[in-house]
Structure formats: C-alpha cells, structure tokens
C-alpha cells in the first residue's frame, strides 16, 4: 500500500518534469559524474558551514550507511529467522563485524546531526530560515530519529535473543542496550515490536516523502548531475528560429518552464542558503530566491498536474501569480544564490526567463530602464551618446584605431560602453592603454566600430536584441582577424568570452587585470609599493562568475598593502549594478551603500575596483554615505605606481 502510494506521488513527479521545455543537460558527462561525487557525496557545498554541514552529512551518510539495514529490517519483519541464501550478498553483509560497526557508529552521528539540527533550529534560529516549513523539518527529524532507534532497539534484542548473525562485540551500541533487555518472554515482544515500528515508520517515510520538502532526498541527486556545467555567467540562448512551437520566448507560465527548472523547484530544501547571501533580501528588497524557488515549486504543484491532465487548461501567468514584478526586478543577477545552492538549483537562470516573457511578450519592465533599452537599439550603447564620441577618451594616447581591413593588433582593447563614455570609468580606460602601451603591447580598439556587448538587453531579458548586437560585434572582431581580446568591464569580458562563443564569436579573452598582473610578473612593468591600505571590492561577473580572483590582488600587493573585506573573492557582495539594475531605480536600502560600509571597516583609504560599473556604483556610495574612500579602478593605481617609480 505505502509502495503503491509513493509510486503514484513518484510518477506524478515524473511527468510533471517531463512535461518541461527541452534543455540540453546530457553532454559532459565526466564533469556531471565529478559534480555528483563533490556536491552529493562529499557534501562539499554543505559543509561551507562547518556545523550545519555536518550535521547534514552526518544524516545523509548515515543514510547510505543504513540502506541494507532497511532491506534487512523489511525481511525480517516477516520472519524473525529468515534464512537468508547463505550466498547472497545480504546475508554476507549481515555477518561482517565491520558493517555491525559502522551501522552502531553512523545510528549514533545520525543522532547527534538530529539533536544539532534541533539545537540550530529551535535555540540558534538562524534568519537563513526565514519563510521556510519549520513544522514539517520537525517531523521529518522526528521521522529519522524514530527509524534510528527503532533500529538500534531491535538490533540490541536480536543479540539479547542470540539472533544476531553478526559478532556482537562489533556493535557497541547495540550490544549495550541488549544488557539491559535480557532474553526472556518480554525482550521476545520487544524485538517484534521494534522491528514492526521500524519498518512502520520508514514506510510511512516513504509515502510522506514525495508530498514534503524532504522531496530533495529523492531530487537533489539528480538535480546536481545536470546541473549547469557552462561557465556560471553564461546565460542559454534562446533560438527565434524554427517550427513554432519549438520556439521559447521564456517562461510565461508552467508550460514554459524548462525540465530542469521544473526539477529545481522540487528540489529545494528551504535551507536559505541563497537568502543568507543575496544582497537584494540583504537590503529589504522584496526578493529572496529560497522563497522565489518555494512559490515557483507551489504553482508548478498547483497547475502543472492539471496542464497534464486536461489539454484545453489555460495556465496562469507566472507573474504575477507565483511571483511579483518586484521580485523580478530586485534581482542584480550576482550569482551568489547559485554558488551558495547545496543542490544546484539555478536561480538566475529562473529570473531571466521570467524577464524574457515580460520584456519580449508583454512589454512589461520597469519604466526607468525604458531610455536605457532604446537607447542600446538606436546609438549602440546606453548612454544613449553618438558612436563617433566611442574613441573620444583614448585622444592622444597613441593607441591604434582599427579600420577595416587594417593589419589586426596582437591584441584587442575591448574598452566597453561605460569606459568609453562615463567619466569616472574613462579614466580606467585611460590607464589600461597607457599600461599596455608602455609594456610594450600591439594594441588596438575598435573605437566607433565597437557596440555594446548587449549584455544589460539580455540581463533585463530582451534577448532579442541582445543576440543582434551579438552577432553585430561577432562579425566585425572576426572580420578585423581579432584573435585575443584584453576586456576592463567584467561584462563584457563575461558575454565575450562565454556567451559569444554561441554565436561564432571565439577569441582568447583576458580580464586587464590579468594581463597586467601577466605583465608585472614578467618585469615589463615595475611598479613601486606605497604604504596606503588599499581593500578590493571583487565584481560579481568577474570573480564569482569567472573565477579571476588572484590577478587583481597580484596588482593590489604590487602598489599598495592590501587589506580584506570581510566579503571577499568568489563570496564577494554585490555593488548592486548588475542585471541592468545601473538603469534601476532601487527600492529598500541601497546595495552600494551597504557595500562600501564594509569597506570603510577595514581602515583602508583606498577602495579598488577592477570594473567600470563598480567604480559607478562604489563611487555613489561614498558620496552617499559621506565615506572618506577613493574609489580607484587598479589600473590607475599601477599608472600612480609607476610615476611613484
Ligand atoms: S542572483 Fe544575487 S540578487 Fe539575484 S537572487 Fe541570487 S543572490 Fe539575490
Ligand atoms: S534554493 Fe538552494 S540554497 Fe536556497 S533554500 Fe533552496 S536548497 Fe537552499
């Protein structure tokens, strides 16, 4: 009966992923298999947070651990002396001394991760789990600790009975409590009893399972092996060619979420990891992408059995049904949700395709961000300036404008339109090219030839028009026999190097960062050290989605002393620009604010930047907090530091 009930709940589950969009997840399978083995088994992402990671590992290897024991334990149920084939590898395993061992040993850690976790959740209260059903962990964990000392009972009364196959000093757990049972009439009732609860409660276990939060038992396996294994700032292109219903134009309701979407929002398990670390929730916004995973998982349990069910229904819209416009929009596409996941849900990825239905199908984003967008389609940036200004900052510097058909440089500037036409961020354009200039470099920029990357277009969902700019600036590098490609904006340095591959564009793109840290390491450049503090505010899209860490701390040790925010490299706190909200107007406290608070804790008079939107942003900050902070791309301080020499 509980076989038939979860079997029923399963298949359900099954087809409801079916039902998804297609999306490739079956190539890499090497990559797959390592996920699996590092994320899963390891529990690697888990135990970030030493405590709670271990008291889930604790409860998950038990886990495993404790399988055989419940095929046994469904055995033996029925007849207390089963017989086993003496050849089967259950009846092998259940004579081992070691297995005795390790069974007692992992009933134990299973134990203390249930006690940990109650102490966490009821005297610790972490705000992590905000919004999440608490209720519902409590009986899971009472489930769980109910299977574990239903198990331990037994086996102590098999061995009070003399019915143990293995060798009781093995099991020093069980063997203990056998002491207390004795082996009369009473022990015999007991050992029924217990092996009856036993199974009793996994299978009520099992029937529960598939309708609870506790679904990720059976989900997050999977969900992690086809996990993204593209760059994790590589967004899926969508095609606008072919037969009709093949052709997505994101998700506008259940029946457009792709499969592995769908898989994701059942495999949440309300942690709030991602809400720990998401700036928006961090600063009042309305978003929190545990509770966007949780409200999307409730309209997919909502409507999706019924799309299957009966093909004439009409599925609401998933904006605003299952989420707000505003939780939409908080987003600054910073990856930091992903990253944090224990179980590979990708919510960036959700909020893009939501933005793609709005922006493409309904017209509907935020108004601010209008001129921003119109802006990008009629003069090629969103500044909304004249192309032929592009190249205005870079006069008299002696760098090559390439024409048509000119010989191409060794290496491409890609400057970027908040370098070409901010005037803070010039100034980090300025320096990139007096650097590599003096290092000696063939450099070249494309100068009025140059658009934008259409990254902001694609962030905010218009993937129409981010894929004409694309294959717009895809022509003209190729055409110009561009091979390796120096980018300042981590943007751009994103879209060139992982989204353009998708549209022919493939080039050898660095960061500027790195190829000054390159050039400093070989002595080209020698710049001198002053004794300013200086800290380093990591971009997003630079080292959480592109993992350029080291490189610009290289630079920062080589002019400066270097000191850390406490929100640092691959867990680096959003300056609050990305995912187009530069052309937002922000609701609750501000991202940047709060960003360069952290900053001025450390003492530094100096806050580094490596991205032009950074130092927009950053810059904003101070003058908004009254902060005493230079807000400095690392390029300028190199120039200053080699003037200094
Ligand atoms: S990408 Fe960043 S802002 Fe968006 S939900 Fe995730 S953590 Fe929050
Ligand atoms: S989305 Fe991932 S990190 Fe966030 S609550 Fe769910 S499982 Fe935890």
Not at 636 to 641: D, G, I, S, Y
């Amino acid at each position: 009966m509980a076989l038939a009930l979860f079997s029923r709940r399963a298949l359900l589950l099954v087809r409801l992923v079916r039902m998804g969009a297609p999306l490739q997840r079956f190539d890499d399978l090497p990559k797959r298999a390592r996920n699996e083995a590092v994320v899963v088994l390891a529990q690697s992402k888990l135990l970030r947070k030493l405590v709670p990671g271990l008291m889930h590992a604790f409860i998950f290897w038990g886990f495993i651990v404790l399988m055989p024991t419940i095929v046994l334990a469904a055995i033996y149920v029925v007849d207390r002396e089963p017989g086993l084939p003496a050849k089967s590898p259950l009846a092998w395993l259940e004579r081992q001394g070691w297995f005795a061992l390790l069974v007692d040993l992992f009933c134990v850690l299973v134990l203390i991760g249930i006690a940990t976790a109650f102490w966490i959740r009821k005297v610790q209260r972490p705000k992590r789990f905000r919004g999440s059903h608490l209720g519902e962990a409590d009986l899971i964990l009472g489930l769980i600790t109910g299977i574990v000392s239903t198990l331990l009972v037994w086996h102590g009364s098999q061995i009070a009975l003399g019915f143990n196959e293995w060798p009781a000093d093995w099991s020093p757990v069980s063997n203990t409590l056998s002491g207390l049972l004795g082996d009369g009439q009473a022990t015999e009732v007991l050992e029924r009893a217990f092996v009856w609860g036993h199974v009793l409660i996994i299978l009520s276990f099992l029937v529960y399972l598939p309708y609870s939060k506790h679904l990720h038992i059976a989900t997050a396996a999977p969900n992690v092996f086809f996990g993204r294994t593209r760059a994790p700032g590589q967004l899926e292109p969508l095609r606008f060619e072919g037969a009709d219903d093949e052709l997505r134009f994101g998700a506008g309701t259940v029946e457009d979420m792709t499969w592995k979407g769908i898989l994701d929002t059942m495999s949440c398990t309300e942690c709030g990891r991602c809400q720990d670390v998401c700036p928006a929730y961090a600063t009042g916004k309305k978003l929190s992408p545990k509770l966007l995973i949780m409200d999307l998982r409730d309209h997919v349990f909502a409507e999706g059995p019924k799309v299957l069910a009966d093909a004439s229904f009409d599925p609401s819209p998933l904006v605003p049904n299952a989420v707000t416009d505003e939780v939409v929009w908080d987003c600054v596409t910073c990856g930091a949700c992903v990253q944090e996941c224990p179980v590979a849900i990708e919510h960036v990825d959700h909020i893009v395709d939501l933005r793609r239905h709005l922006v493409m199908v309904e017209s509907r984003f935020p108004a601010e961000s209008e001129p921003m967008l119109r802006d990008i389609e009629r003069s090629s940036n969103p500044w909304g300036k004249p192309q032929g200004e592009r190249a205005a900052w870079a006069d008299g510097l002696g760098v090559r404008i390439l024409e048509p058909g000119d010989e191409p440089p060794a290496v491409l500037y890609w400057v970027g339109c908040a370098a070409s036409f901010d005037e803070r961020a010039r100034q980090s354009a300025e320096s990139t090219v007096k650097l590599l200039l003096a290092a000696g470099l063939d450099v070249g920029i494309l100068g009025p030839r140059e658009s934008c990357t259409g990254d902001p277009a694609r962030r905010m969902g218009n993937e129409y028009v981010f894929q004409s700019f694309a294959e717009q600036n895809v022509a003209t590098l190729n055409e110009s026999g561009v091979t390796k490609i120096v980018a300042s904006c981590p943007h751009c340095f994103n879209t060139l190097a992982n989204e353009y591959p998708d549209f022919g564009g493939r080039y050898e793109v660095v960061h500027h960062t790195e190829l000054l840290a390159e050039l400093v390491r070989d002595g080209r450049l020698a710049p001198a050290a002053s004794g300013d503090s200086i800290t380093y505010h990591d971009s997003c899209y630079l080292a959480r989605h592109n993992d350029v860490v080291s490189a610009p701390r290289e630079l920062v040790a080589a002019v400066g002393q270097p000191v850390e925010m406490e929100r640092s490299g691959k867990r680096t706190f959003c300056c609050g620009a990305g995912g187009a909200h530069m052309w937002m107007e922000e609701r609750g406290s501000a991202i940047n604010e709060e960003r360069v608070r952290e900053a001025a804790e450390t003492g530094a008079a100096t806050l580094a930047v490596a991205c032009p939107f950074c130092t927009i942003m950053l810059d904003d900050g101070v003058r908004q907090t009254g902060r005493d902070l230079r807000v400095v791309d690392v390029s300028t301080l190199l120039v200053e530091a080699l003037e200094r020499e």
